[in-house]
């Protein structure tokens, strides 16, 4: 804000003392030539234009005579065309509009123009008085530090100024209209210094001789109450003293600051904080200097609501959810907020003026550095890694951009912790691959199906297809009905598996709660099973403990079905040895264990056994006929009930499965 404020202070003493020497020229020099060469040059030299030029035309607005100053970039092309009587577009149409006509960013507008970094305003103005046409001044000037509005304005006074000595000369004579006009061009540089917003006065001789409307403004002071006064007029009793000196120092001629800062007092008293800026200049053909006092309370109040602003940044960066580093281009952490120490465990103190490879993976000097090694601007949603305190590496997802603060380049890094987002990616992939191996399970149980029906329908078909024999004897049909029988047992267990894991899975199988003998279910299965395994050979084994429960409230449906799938597996798996049944009662539970001395169950199977589909795709299943749905049922049933089922089984030796339900009081028939 200052710099900008001491710029167009310069612009206006430039401007001032660019008229007064224009004005001065005007008045002096009589040949047109001359006259165009000069006021090109003085545009370049006084006003700080990139360039000038000044085109005179005859009646037919044929070139008679072409100047310049400054860049002549392009010069010799637009000579050519205007000897041709071809005129620019920008130049027919100042002409034809009589008008002052201008534009921004010259390189892209204008093919005359020396290419830059700055963006510049050309101005082209007819040099027309009446209905004449004497030529045409071409202008081009930087942007910067400058009021294009007011420039626009003092550009079209300028020329009307030329215009008008241009047609003296013509007519060899100095006109009424002329001093008119030169005097109502001095008049309104003298609005412009009154249009200021600042404060402005002259002093001479230590005395007020001048002062700006804006002046009254600020100090409530009347034109009359300045004029004639001591210059510290508007110095306050602590500050009257040091004015007084640096004023008689600079009389001195010893260097003294043109700007400074002091406070002003008002005629009501008040204290108004004030940059003042002191420039020597002449005055009636005097020496004197001009002050220009500038009210900066706004400068000072908004100074303070930036510091309250950066407090404010300071907090919400501190509050922000994610973690925030900035990083020099010399690799060292600059700053830091709380949830970057969060996420790493380092202390603000133990990473600010660190080399950033303490956090980054990578190293602070790495040639993959995507920002200072590899000159990237920004990035975003990089998926990467922080190293932690701890040795520990955390994901994140990290931005960077690159910034410039007071010269200096710096990376400004912004991550998010995205540990729960990992997380929950790996549970999706391993959902995935469960699911994918679900599909395969389930495509190979629907083939191991197809099988377990097959077969028994064919027996069941094939013989009795058989029986039709009239000539078969008693003892091939008696085992002819076996064959049916039993393959319509198997099938029917078959479908039976199926209709119960499909409920299952579903949810809609229910289970019914009703008093239950214990001790007579388990003599029932003894009785049914005793046939098969004394046919393999096998010893079918009941142990009961004393303190055995008589009668539970359960699902009888669901502990026969339980213990008549562990039964049947362990005669089917069983070659040889004995199976046992037992049935004991641990506090408020009733333990039943099936043991056989079987084929046994591989350690790495005994973790999946009782998965439903897993016992289809085993050589076991395709060895012994079965659904393999069996212990899938069992487990969700036991479940079902309240109960958990254990597995302790050895390759070869044997399988003993446990089945743990909780002991309820006898209570009236429900279902649920």
């Known amino acids: 804000m200052r710099k900008s404020d001491n710029s167009n202070v310069h612009y206006l003493r430039v401007t001032l003392d660019t008229v007064r020497k224009m004005n001065q020229l005007l008045a002096e020099e009589k040949n047109p030539s001359e006259l165009a060469g000069k006021v090109c040059e003085l545009m370049v030299r006084s006003k700080g234009y990139l360039c000038s030029w000044m085109i005179l035309l005859d009646e037919g607005h044929r070139m008679t005579h072409m100047y310049s100053a400054g860049c002549v970039n392009g010069l010799d092309l637009l000579k050519a065309d205007v000897v041709k009587g071809k005129l620019p577009m920008y130049f027919q149409v100042a002409i034809e509009k009589r008008k002052l006509i201008s534009f921004e960013n010259s390189m892209m507008d204008c093919p005359l123009c020396v290419p830059g970094k ?33 420039e626009k304005e003092t550009y079209r006074n300028m020329a009307s100024s030329v215009s008008l000595a241009l047609a003296n000369i013509k007519d060899q004579k100095t006109s009424k209209e002329e001093r008119y006009l030169i005097k109502k061009s001095e008049l309104k540089y003298k609005s412009l210094v009154d249009s200021l917003s600042d404060s402005l006065f002259i002093i001479q001789d230590g005395i007020i001789k001048y002062m700006n409307p804006a002046l009254s403004k600020v100090f409530g002071y009347a034109e009359e109450e300045v004029v004639g006064k001591d210059y510290f007029l508007f110095s306050p009793g ?17 260097k003294m600051d ?5 406070v002003g007092i008002s005629k009501d008293g008040v204290n108004v904080p004030i940059e003042v800026n002191v420039t020597a200049i002449e005055f009636e053909g005097r020496a ?6 500038r009210d900066i309370s706004a400068y000072i109040e908004k100074t303070k609501k930036l510091s309250d602003s950066e407090r404010l940044v300071n907090t919400l960066i ?28 380092f202390a603000m103190e133990e990473l600010v003026g660190q080399y950033c490879d303490v956090i980054c993976p990578k190293g602070s000097q790495s040639k993959d550095c995507p920002v200072w090694e590899n000159g990237q601007v920004q990035f975003t949603g990089m998926d990467t890694t922080i ?12 931005n960077a951009q690159i910034l410039e603060i007071d010269g200096k380049r710096y990376v400004l890094e912004s991550f998010l912790d995205i540990t729960v987002k990992k997380r929950a990616e790996e549970q999706l992939i391993k959902a995935k691959d469960m699911a994918e191996e679900n599909d395969r399970l389930k495509s190979a149980f629907l083939a191991n199906m197809s099988h377990e029906i097959r077969t028994p329908v064919n027996g069941i078909l094939g013989f009795a297809e058989l029986l039709k024999d009239p000539e ?17 047992e198997r099938m029917l267990n078959t479908i039976n598996d199926i209709i119960d894991i499909s409920k299952i899975e579903t949810g809609s199988m229910k289970v019914t709660l009703r008093k239950v003998n214990l001790n007579a279910l388990v003599s029932d299965l003894y009785q049914f099973f005793l046939p098969q395994a004394t046919s393999k050979g096998l010893d079918l084994i009941v142990k009961q403990s004393e303190n055995c429960v008589l009668e539970m409230f359960t699902d009888i449906d669901k502990i026969n079905s339980i213990l008549t799938n562990l039964l049947r597996n362990a005669i089917k798996f069983t070659e040889k040895g004995s199976i046992i049944l037992r049935c004991r009662k641990y506090e408020r539970e009733v333990e039943l264990a099936v043991i056989d001395t079987g084929i046994g169950i591989h350690k790495e ?3 999946t056994i009782f998965d439903r589909f897993v016992q289809a795709d085993t050589t076991t299943s395709k060895k012994y006929e079965g659904s393999g749905l069996g212990l899938a049922i069992t487990k969700s049933f036991v479940e079902m009930l309240g109960g958990s089922i254990l597995l302790a089984s050895e390759q070869g030796k044997g399988s003993t499965f446990i089945v743990r339900l909780p002991l309820s009081e006898v209570q009236p028939d429900v279902s649920h």
């Open 118 to 150: 700055k963006n510049w305003t050309c101005f082209i103005a007819p040099l027309q008085i009446n209905h004449t046409t004497y030529g045409l001044l071409f202008s081009a000037i930087s942007n910067e530090d400058i009021p294009v509005l007011l």
């Open 238 to 254: 602590q500050e009257r003293e040091r004015i007084i000196e640096i004023h008689r120092k600079r009389l001195l001629g010893e």
């Open 258 to 262: 043109a700007v400074y800062e002091t």
């Open 288 to 293: 004197a200097q001009q002050v220009i006092l």
């Open 318 to 345: 501190q509050s922000m959810p994610s973690g925030f580093v900035l990083i020099g281009d010399d690799y060292k952490i600059y700053r830091i907020n709380k949830r970057t120490s969060d996420v790493t465990g």
């Open 387 to 398: 190293k932690c305190k701890d040795g520990c590496e955390t994901p994140v997802l990290k």
């Open 472 to 488: 078969l004897e008693g003892d091939d049909q008696r085992k002819f009905v076996e064959v049916i029988c039993k393959s319509g």
């Open 605 to 607: 199977r005994q973790t």
